[in-house]
């Protein structure tokens, strides 16, 4: 049952029986490695896959995983369910600068002092220690969260503002670990998933994280409103522009109704007062339209009591 080594396991395993000795002398050239629930103790031969980019190596019986210091380009991590008990040092994190996706719960990890190391990697978005005995630790989520400042999600829970903020008390909706923060990031791993697969499920991980804060975070709500105002503000001039634009060939052309008894007296009130600029000939339809509205409603008045209405209206334009 306990096969030991990656080597032998890729030689003797009928799951990676197709895998000869020229693909394995070839492994600078892996990009995904997945080695789940295979027994295994040692990570040898993992210093020459210097293209990884997503390595899978839960529920084995690894206790050191030093030999990943060369994988500079990996994303996502995942060695959950096996036997480590302490973590290397922050210059073995700082070289991992793609790192986003860490899986570490169901370990040993029993000092909160050497679980912080992983504030060297600077791309750290997600990572998980539940079931481990450091995770019992009072102020376990508070110094992992103010240690690692890239992280965004931790366990099952995305990070609040509270967490982050002394002393800062939110409502019920951005509180700590409430339910609008949940996810699981973490899910079940499916057989026979491809590279492809991997990392569009990375994508969607941290895309759903970014989702959660920019809906319950209030910093994160606060700055989009004020960068909307300050777009805003800068971009109002053109909109203003344009709207005053439309307000004076509104008034340029109006066009009004006339009924038969009134057309006369319209048309002497427009074209035979004096004053030909636009600044007055305003003020003066205003007045007439106005006067218009008042004779109308009286000759309405007039036909509920048997007089006999126009039946159809004129159509003028004035410019």
């Not at 899978?56 to 096996?82: A, E, W, Y």
């Not at 290397?88 to 899986?103: E, I, Q």
């Not at 994280?209 to 319950?216: F, S």
Request: proline share 4%; glycine share 4%.
């Amino acid at each position: 049952m306990f096969h030991g080594t990656i080597t032998e396991e890729l030689t003797s395993h009928r799951e990676w029986s197709h895998y000869n000795e020229n693909i394995i002398e070839d492994q600078k050239d892996f990009v995904f490695v997945k080695f789940s629930g295979l027994h295994l103790k040692s990570m040898e031969n993992m210093q020459s896959c210097i293209s990884l980019r997503v390595c899978i190596f839960s529920n084995n019986f690894i206790t050191d995983i030093r030999p990943l210091q060369s994988c500079i380009k990996l994303v996502k991590l995942d060695l959950h369910g096996n036997q480590i008990k302490s973590l290397p040092d922050t210059k073995f994190w700082s070289g991992l600068k793609n790192l986003k996706l860490l899986y570490l719960h169901d370990n040993g990890f029993a000092k909160l002092k050497n679980v912080c190391m992983l504030s060297a990697c600077p791309s750290l978005i997600a990572l998980t220690l539940f079931d481990c005995p450091v995770s019992l630790k009072k102020g376990y989520r508070h110094v992992l969260v103010n240690s690692i400042w890239p992280l965004k999600a931790l366990d099952h829970h995305v990070i609040s503002d509270e967490e982050i903020i002394q002393n800062w008390h939110l409502p019920e909706r951005f509180k700590t670990c409430n339910y609008r923060l949940f996810f699981n990031f973490c899910p079940a791993l499916k057989k026979g998933s491809a590279y492809e697969d991997e990392i569009n499920n990375i994508k969607h991980i941290i895309s759903k994280i970014n989702e959660i804060l920019a809906h319950n975070s209030p910093v994160l709500i606060v700055q989009r409103w004020i960068r909307g105002f300050l777009v805003r503000k800068k971009m109002s001039p053109l909109f203003l522009r344009k709207k005053h634009q439309k307000k004076i060939n509104e008034c340029e052309a109006k066009w009004i109704y006339i009924h038969r008894r009134y057309e006369d007296k319209l048309f002497k009130d427009l074209f035979f007062l004096p004053g030909t600029n636009k600044t007055e000939k305003l003020p003066r339809w205003k007045y007439v339209r106005k006067r218009l509205k008042m004779k109308l409603r009286m000759k309405n008045q007039m036909s509920v009591l048997g007089y006999r209405r126009s039946n159809y209206p004129y159509t003028l334009q004035i410019h």
